[in-house]
């Protein structure tokens, strides 16, 4: 069975810092990684995909590596601001298991 | 806008009450999903549909039905079996199963709707 961890539950940085979230999967067999961010009593926002044969997606801000073989993934926020103060979440889709298995997420606060 | 939308943003159930909350998509996609998110668990699925008509129980079923009538549309209903239906309910949909497409769509999520048992 799939399962997915982010470490750690909870992160402070001061404005400007780039920074690193990470999340790892114990199957390797994956067809995709989805980050995802969540605002305070809000739905989830797609942030990037990354398909099992990609190793990194960017946008603007963003980038996410994946490294199947390793079962890991990482978020970097660059320059980091106070409105990417959230919840981000990863989650994968897996073979044999065709639907999203999320991690607990990353609490981000972004200190001004 | 494409997007799904949920309603009602915040529901209240009374003890032995079912209740359904709505999601409906004019996205064009084929799945859709619901899951429930609890403070410190992460998100947890509770049924799918990938075509009209037919629908899959997730990992959390018990206590929940639903229907698949429409493409757009997926209701959830909480049945008064569900014993602690107080959650955070994410309805959410994509294209296609992700075996057929090799896993080039991700999932579209709604803003969500906010259960309370009083």
């Known amino acids: 069975k799939q399962e997915v961890t982010q470490i750690p539950a909870a992160l402070s940085v001061p404005e400007g810092e780039n920074l690193v979230l990470n999340c790892s999967f114990t199957?390797?067999?994956?067809?995709?990684l989805q980050w995802f961010r969540q605002d305070p009593g809000k739905g989830l926002t797609s942030l990037l995909l990354i398909q099992s044969s990609q190793r990194e997606q960017t946008s603007g801000r963003l980038n996410a590596s994946l490294d199947k073989s390793s079962g890991r993934s990482t978020l970097y926020i660059a320059a980091s601001q106070p409105g990417d103060s959230a919840t981000y979440l990863c989650a994968v889709v897996s073979f044999g298991n065709e639907k999203l298995t999320f991690g607990t997420g990353t609490r981000l606060t972004i200190i001004p | 806008d494409g997007g799904i939308t949920q309603s009602p943003k915040y529901l209240f159930r009374k003890e032995g009450q079912n209740v359904t909350l709505s999601c409906e998509q004019n996205l064009n996609h084929d799945a859709m999903y619901w899951y429930r998110q609890d403070p410190g668990q992460g998100l947890r699925l509770i049924y799918y549909s990938q075509i009209v008509n037919d629908f899959q129980k997730g990992d959390i079923a018990e206590g929940y039905s639903v229907s698949r009538e429409k493409k757009e549309s997926f209701p959830l209903t909480v049945t008064s079996a569900q014993k602690n239906p107080t959650a955070f309910y994410l309805c959410a949909s994509s294209i296609f199963s992700a075996i057929d497409l090799q896993g080039d769509y991700g999932y579209t999520f709604g803003s969500g709707t906010r259960l309370t048992v009083v």
């Open positions: 199957d390797s067999a994956i067809y995709n």
